[in-house]
């Protein structure tokens, strides 16, 4: 906390969304396992010699968007884990597009070893399974590129409920339910309809990339290759 306070909150506000800049707290896991309170983290970033904006940006993460996914799980508990869950407009999106046909489908092996086409998603899988984390903002790509390589929405929610769970320390937490919801259109508007996503928000590989040096990240992810974390199973693919 010390270092997130000192050394990267000053430039929280435009280097969050950054996954080629160490730009992010990485506190989520000691919130999630209680060795911090997000009352001692607000209180440190208020009185902390940062931008009013950097102080605002990170609360409203911290405190809103947080409390936001624990009420989903308290007022949800038999559909914060699936796509019941999601809102009314989403369903009949859904409903219209399940029978679209995906382009290619790869198997969960292959999304687990980041063995797709796409580098910028294997390398967000990289940097999940070596260290246990992945930024925000490649996360929002990775939930909605399964959308499209799986044969339905509840395989898609499956696979990436499995693999977070399974990889993040943060796994299993109300924050990450939320976030793979918002990949379906939770707490999100309609967007522009098109196949498979229906009026789902659509992202793209290429638009992503050009909002920070992705070639940076995806070779900053290669270097974990050696990481004695590493299971054997991996190794050998």
């Given at each position: 906390m010390k270092n997130f306070v000192e050394k990267i909150l000053p430039d929280y506000e435009t280097s969050r969304n950054k996954p080629d800049v160490d730009g992010s707290s990485r506190l989520s896991s000691y919130l999630h396992f209680g060795?911090?309170?997000p009352l001692e983290i607000a209180f440190a970033v208020r009185e902390a010699d940062?931008?009013?904006?950097?102080?605002?940006?990170?609360?409203?993460?911290?405190?809103v968007r947080r409390e936001l996914s624990y009420n989903l799980t308290r007022h949800n508990p038999k559909k914060y884990d699936s796509i019941e869950a999601l809102p009314d407009w989403v369903q009949k999106t859904m409903r219209e597009h399940i029978d679209d046909e995906r382009?290619?489908?790869?198997?969960?092996e292959?999304?687990?070893f980041g063995k797709t086409y796409d580098e910028l998603w294997n390398a967000s899988q990289r940097e999940m399974v070596l260290t246990g984390e992945m930024h925000n903002y490649v996360r929002m790509l990775w939930g909605k590129l399964v959308i499209q390589w799986t044969r339905n929405y509840e395989e898609a929610f499956a696979i990436l409920e499995h693999l977070n769970n399974k990889y993040c320390l943060d796994g299993r937490n109300p924050n990450s339910y939320a976030g793979i919801l918002?990949?379906?259109?939770?707490?999100?508007r309609p967007w522009m309809e098109r196949p498979i996503f229906g009026k789902m928000r659509y992202m793209t590989t290429a638009?992503?990339?050009?909002?920070?040096d992705s070639k940076k990240y995806i070779e900053w992810t290669?270097?974990?290759?050696?990481?004695?974390?590493?299971?054997?199973?991996?190794?050998?693919?």
């Open positions: 060795f911090l309170s940062a931008p009013k904006a950097a102080k605002e940006a990170y609360l409203e993460e911290l405190i382009p290619e489908i790869f198997s969960l292959e999304l687990e918002w990949c379906f259109g939770k707490y999100d638009s992503t990339g050009k909002k920070f290669k270097t974990l290759k050696e990481n004695p974390r590493l299971p054997e199973t991996i190794k050998n693919n």
